[in-house]
């Protein structure tokens, strides 16, 4: 639980190329206002908008200058990062893993640790910087797929990601099918239930400092049918 008078800071990172009108912040964006119904500091950033260039494995950011040697938006945006306590990966499923940009700017983040290495949870690992103050991190991410399944490889991938940076792994919001909620949205169908559940998952990380198994499930739900949903998606592919 945060104490009272405490501000959390939260950043988070939408890669979608959609960035608000995709079907990702249909679920990133009642998490994060949940959050800020607690009283978090948030920060929303789209990497469609931001010059990130890829990583050239020089090292020196790692080793001696805690900076890129690349003039792009990281210069600036590396030093909120390191501030946030709190960090949300948002993307869609791309081939299995997150979106490319979102790959880019993880990839930049290798400043934030030494490149020396220590013996941590039974594994070498880089260890963090001082100023690095991320404590939690949590996946936000949908997919067109029906099966939640489709989402491990992701899942696996921003878990480590967090083992690398010493931050707690706090959990997913997973949108399986994220085509088909836009749909019902837009028709009125009951299903108010899921965005209200990504609120909640943000009220209860930054009252309670975790995020409850049955809000999470509840983001998760199937919508329609399997078969439902694949007939349905033949019958678009086949007409558009």
């Known amino acids: 639980m945060t104490l009272k008078g405490e501000i959390m800071k939260v950043v988070a990172i939408n890669a979608s190329p959609n960035k608000d009108k995709g079907n990702t912040a249909l679920i ?13 500091e948030v920060e929303k950033y789209f990497t469609s908008e931001l010059k990130i260039n890829p990583c050239q494995g020089d090292l020196n950011c790692m080793k001696t200058t805690d900076k890129c040697f690349q003039d792009d938006d ?8 390191r501030r946030a ?10 081939c299995d893993g997150v979106s490319g940009p979102m790959k880019m700017f993880m990839d930049r983040l290798v400043p934030m640790v030494h490149l020396t ?4 949870n039974g594994r070498l690992r880089h260890p963090p910087k ?26 696996a991938h921003i878990k480590a990601f967090c083992d690398n940076i010493n931050a ?5 919001l997973l949108r399986p099918h994220g085509p088909i909620l836009e749909a019902m949205l837009k028709n009125d169908i009951p299903v108010n239930d899921v965005l209200e559940a990504a609120r909640q998952a943000g009220n209860q990380l930054i009252r309670y ?4 198994d049955e809000t999470i499930n509840n983001i998760s739900r199937p919508l329609i049918s399997r078969d439902d949903y694949l007939e349905m998606g033949n019958q678009h592919i086949t007409s558009g």
């Open 28 to 40: 990133l964006n009642p998490f994060l206002e949940g959050m800020e119904d607690q009283g978090a």
């Open 74 to 81: 990281m210069e600036w945006l590396l030093p909120i990062i």
């Open 85 to 94: 306590e709190i960090l949300v990966f948002a993307s869609p499923l791309y």
């Open 117 to 120: 290495m220590e013996i941590r």
């Open 130 to 155: 001082k100023d690095l103050n991320v404590k939690k991190a949590v996946l936000v991410s949908n997919c067109g797929f029906w099966e939640i399944e489709n989402f491990d490889p992701m899942k």
């Open 168 to 172: 707690e792994y706090v959990g997913e």
């Open 209 to 212: 400092g975790k995020m409850f």
